[in-house]
Each structure stands twice: as C-alpha cells, then as structure tokens.
C-alpha cells in the first residue's frame, strides 16, 4: 500500500509554482487596477493547484499504461512504473482528484460570477469541464493529445490563456485586452517547461509512439523553439509593463538572468538526462516573476 510519501511524489510538488503563477499574474493586474477579493483569489489558487495535480496523476497513470514510462526513461521514474502505487489506486485518486477539482471549480464560479451574464458564467463553467477534460486526456485514452503533439499547445491555452485571462474578470467583471501579453509570457514560458521534459525524453517518446512536439521537430529545432518561447515571454512581459506604465514591475525582470543561463546551458547541452535540472530552474523562474510583480503592485498599492 502508497504511504503518504509516495502520494506527495506523485503531485510532483515542483511543478506547482508553475501553475500558480498565472492566477498570481491574473490576479494582481487586477489589483493593480483597484479590483480584490481574497475569497476568488483563495478559490482560484486552489482549484489551478487541484487541476495541476490531477494532471499530474493522470499523466503517470496514462504513461505507465502506454508504456511510455519504461526502463528506457531518462526522467525521474513515477509512482505507476515503479510500483509504489497501483494502477487501481491511481485510477481513484484521479476519479477523487477531478470531483475535488469540479468542487472548487464551481464554488470559485459561485463566488466570482455573480455579476456577470449568464452566457459568461455559462463559458466559465465550460472552461472548468475543458480544464478537468484537458488535465485528464494528456496521456489517457486512445486519442490522448499528448501523444500527437498538441501538448505544447494545451499548456499555452490552460497555463496561459485561461490562467491569466480566466481570473481576472472575476474581480473585475470585465475583461481587458491588457491581458493578452501577460497571458501570453506565462504561456510561453510554461510551454518551455514542457518542451525541456519533452526534449530530454525525445529518443524514448519516439521509440513508444509518443509524437511529442520535440520528436516531430528533431534536437536541433526543439532547441531553436525553446529559444524562440523564452526570449518571446520576456519581449511580451516588458510590452506589458510599459503599457500598463508599472515601473516598479521591472524588477520583476530580474529572473532573466537566471534564463539567459538556462539558454546558454540548453544551447550546449549534448545529454538530454542533463535537462532535467532545468525543469526547475524554468518553473521556479517564471514564480519568481510573478512573484516580484505581485509585489511590485503591492508596493505601488501601499504608496498610492
């Protein structure tokens, strides 16, 4: 039986940073423009959390059951493919994991769309179906989209697009257009992630049938795409900056020099195994912006 240990491996806790950093941005634009509620933020923090984490079991389930996770692979071995969880348990965790995530989901859409339309509530409670749908057939079932290349993509929209311009209106009751280039840097730079675990498990993924975007591309153009998502994240986050007139937030560059190390390490990487300790450099990167810029709106908050 999984003792406590193992279930906390499972969640993978280093990509949960991650996934906060949208609803942190999100979040705090709006609080930049004099909008707040501590109640949607708690809620919004702790459904992205839960979707995240059934994504995560959902991945080592659907990966062990296809074969991807096999003696072969470079990453770190996962609870189903080491034996430390059953595949039973895991199944349950993910059914448990998915009605947690559609509870939190709907008290936060409870909670944040009392003024808005009903169409719009209606799309709300769409996006949380497609959230649930999207984190579960990653790697699960017969069309799993992250075996046809389309993961990178998911990632941009859920991370992204959803993350940043999903919350935002449920303190403010409006959406903003604003919001396109700080949806657009969180996007990026999750994909990023995705794209290094994608670039150190390449020779596997492809032997299994796993066409990830990396084994379409080949080494060298996955390199040129990883380059192209980060050096756009930054261009998009400065242009965000400058049109919402936040200069505090410029410190919130400051990570950048922790991704132009990155950059020079990925560009003469030879070992794909090597990449995995860039999966956190990238995540924890793209926190520490997020971060910053929360606090730069909260400094600018309490000097106004």
Sequence with gaps: MANSSDWISAFRLRTLPLSISGILVGSFVAVFQGYWNPVIFSLALTTTLLFQILSNLANDLGDSLKGADNSERVGPMRAVQSGSISKSAMKNAVILTSL????????????????????????????????????????????????????DLFVFVFFGLVSVMGVYPLFSDRLSWI??????????????????????????????????????????????????????AFISWVIFLILTKNWLGFISLLPGILFIKHLVFVSKNTVPKELDSQLKTVALGTFFISVLYVISVSINQWIL
């Design 100 to 151: 947690l995530s559609f509870i939190s989901a709907g008290l936060l859409i409870y909670f944040g769309t009392k003024n808005l339309s009903p169409a719009s509530i209606s799309i709300y409670i769409g996006l949380a179906l497609a959230s649930v749908f999207a984190a579960i057939t990653y790697t699960i079932g017969k069309k799993a989209y992250g075996y046809n290349g389309l993961g």
């Design 179 to 232: 919001l396109i280039f700080p949806a657009v840097t969180i996007g990026f730079l999750s994909t990023s992630v995705l794209n290094l675990n994608n670039m150190r498990d390449r020779e596997n993924d492809e032997k299994v049938g796993k066409r990830t975007l990396v084994v379409k591309l080949g080494a060298s153009n996955a390199k040129k795409y990883h380059f192209f998502l980060i050096i756009g």
